[in-house]
């Protein structure tokens, strides 16, 4: 059984290379159990050289399973889980992964457009799968630096001709605004990449409704939230109250405490580190949650609004 507090041990039983400097994963029950289901946009936890956790995308097909994948690109300047999955894993190795979750969820749509650039297609190879099994007219932008770096180009040439793929080093780069077009009722765009391009995907749909244009981001948005003040975290479980200092994150105190927490990222947009709100205002400063969520914050970037906040931990 796969748990938010202990994960599970799964098994790499294959390792491929779908694009030069990544390296696709596939994880399976050492006792070939089946893994919890999960839907296209999801991600998992993984641990694999320290406590700290590393998020990843399942690139696989969303109906399989008998196993997960994931992909992981080899930073340069990596000496944690980069550097390990590409000089040491291998196959047969165990690698602690959570239950999946969910913030990029694929909602019902008449039409998709998708817009992936590096790694990030990895979360919407799965959303484009699902539209092609269910008969929704999509179609895909890939944009990546070189032609080499386009990962799953095999899978995604299966698909037939709704994918433009393009290198950012060619003169024909791709234009975005152009290429999304302008708003039809019904169409739902989902974005994946760079600050960069995900920025000039948000120019391209520049005053189209809210709710038709979805964006999983590797780094959060800055925002100026205005100087930090202390604040209290009456921690209920726990039975402790934790002060937390202006320049301080709620995580980093309650983890001095004791108080158990898991953290990823530890830079708001994951959701690892998500805690219930009981009493208080949280301020929300990642990237997942809005001022109309009272009831959960996540703590290794977001703050208490007021003086004290209660938490179920």
């Known amino acids: 059984m796969m748990t938010r507090e202990g994960g599970r041990l799964l098994t790499v039983t294959e390792m491929d290379h779908p694009a ?31 406590r700290h956790l590393r998020q990843y995308s399942l690139c696989g097909r969303p109906s399989d399973r008998s196993r997960y994948r994931i992909a992981v690109l080899k930073e340069r300047l990596s000496r944690g889980a980069s550097a390990y999955v590409h000089s040491y894993l291998r196959v047969g190795k165990q690698v602690r992964v959570w239950e999946p979750r969910n913030h990029f969820a694929l909602r019902p749509a008449e039409r998709y457009v998708f817009l992936a650039a590096g790694v990030g297609i990895t979360p919407i190879l799965p959303m484009v799968m699902r539209a092609q099994e269910a008969g929704i007219p999509w ?10 770096e386009a990962a799953f180009r095999d899978e995604l040439a299966e698909l037939g001709g709704a994918v433009t793929l393009r290198a950012t080093s060619a003169e024909d780069r791709l234009d975005l605004r152009e290429y999304v077009g302008a708003f039809e009722e ?14 000039a995907a948000e120019e391209a749909v520049a005053g189209w409704p809210a709710g038709a244009f979805h964006v999983e981001r590797f780094v959060p948005v800055p925002k100026d939230f205005g100087p930090s003040e202390p604040f209290e975290a009456v921690c209920v479980r726990s039975n402790v109250r934790v002060r937390v200092e202006a320049g301080a994150s709620l995580l980093t105190a309650l983890r001095r405490e004791g108080v158990r927490v898991a953290g990823g990222c530890l830079k708001g947009v994951c959701g690892s580190c998500a805690v219930t709100v009981l009493d208080g205002v949280p301020q929300h400063r990642d990237s997942l949650l809005t001022a109309e969520t009272v009831d959960r914050m996540h703590a290794c970037v977001s703050r208490a609004a007021t003086p004290e906040i209660v938490l179920d931990v």
């Not at 179609?139 to 080499?148: E, I, N, Q």
């Open 20 to 50: 030069r400097d990544v390296v696709a994963l596939h994880l399976a029950d050492p006792v070939g159990d089946p893994l919890p289901e999960w839907e296209p946009g999801a991600h998992v936890d993984v641990q694999l050289v320290t």
């Open 139 to 148: 179609k895909l932008a890939y944009s990546v630096r070189t032609l080499g």
């Open 186 to 199: 019904g169409t739902g765009v989902y974005c994946c990449g760079s600050p960069g391009f995900v920025e």
